[in-house]
């Protein structure tokens, strides 16, 4: 089995996913971590050609911006978004752009971007952070779909980081994404002391809603080789923002 930077190879990736080994789980290392790749249910991945029909990074931006400036506006034009569209995304995708977002109900990609059917690849998680899960999604968008751009999307007023700022105990599994928040805040916490509990001061929650952003769209290409390989070769951009809940806009961060 072909390897590229110690991980799998595109074409041993297809394999898997594209269910010829349906079941069977593969386990890969990435940066030390461990965990298992198992097939996803996306339409005939294996029949896309992701250079020939995508975007560059800074086309992909672009039109995200563009998307977003319509939104934000109040001139959405909600493209790609009938039958056509379904029809001609029903045996493939070729996604042009990857979102790790948070899971904020107020904050939903192909809305505020202005995208439509097939145009993103969605990875909503709360506090947009990244896991083995969330940077297996990001890689299987970029290097198997083609996306040449990922942005990691924070928020005005995200719940995840404000859980994070006040540090306290938390119920159940929530504390799973409110912990890797963490690390990235504490810079931004230590300027403003005695400021840690409600009501938060906005710019303690601003700031750190940026730091957490920059911080996870950061660690991606640390932890991925592919996600690394792929920068190197220019075909992928990694940037970060946050969305205002209030204007509508994106931010690049
Ligand atoms: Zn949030």
């Given at each position: 089995m072909s390897r590229i930077n110690g991980f799998l190879g595109r074409r041993d990736l297809l394999k898997i996913l594209g269910i010829g080994g349906a079941g069977a789980a593969v386990t890969a290392a990435t940066g030390g971590a461990?965990?298992?790749?198992?097939?996803?249910p996306v339409a005939a991945a294996d029949t896309h050609s992701p250079t020939g029909t995508q975007l560059n990074s800074s086309e992909a931006l672009k039109k995200l911006q563009d998307g977003n400036q319509r939104f934000a506006k109040g001139k959405p034009e909600h493209p790609r978004q009938d039958q056509a569209r379904r029809d001609e995304t029903s045996p493939t995708q070729a996604p042009?752009?990857?979102?790790?977002?948070c899971a904020d109900s107020r904050v939903p990609d192909e809305i505020v971007f202005d995208q439509g059917i097939g145009d993103l690849f969605v990875?909503?998680?709360?506090?947009?952070?990244?896991?083995p899960e969330s940077v297996g999604s990001l890689?299987?968008?970029?290097?198997?779909?083609?996306?040449?751009v990922i942005v990691v999307l924070g928020h005005e007023s995200c719940g995840a980081v404000k859980a994070a700022i006040q540090g306290e105990a938390l119920p159940g599994s929530i504390s799973y994404f409110v912990e890797p928040i963490k690390p990235?805040?504490?810079?931004?916490?230590?300027?403003?002391?005695?400021?840690?509990k409600e009501p938060l001061d906005k710019k303690l929650v601003d700031d750190s809603v940026i730091a957490n952003a920059k911080y996870q769209a950061a660690r991606l290409p640390e932890i991925s080789t592919i996600l690394k390989k792929r920068?190197?070769?220019g075909k992928l951009k990694i940037v970060s923002g946050r969305y205002d809940l209030d204007t509508g806009l994106v931010n690049l961060v």
């Open positions: 461990m965990w298992s790749v198992v097939p996803l042009f752009a990857v979102i790790l977002g990875v909503r998680v709360a506090g947009n952070i990244v896991s890689e299987y968008g970029t290097e198997v779909l083609g996306a040449s990235a805040i504490a810079p931004v916490i230590a300027k403003f002391p005695g400021k840690i920068i190197a070769d």
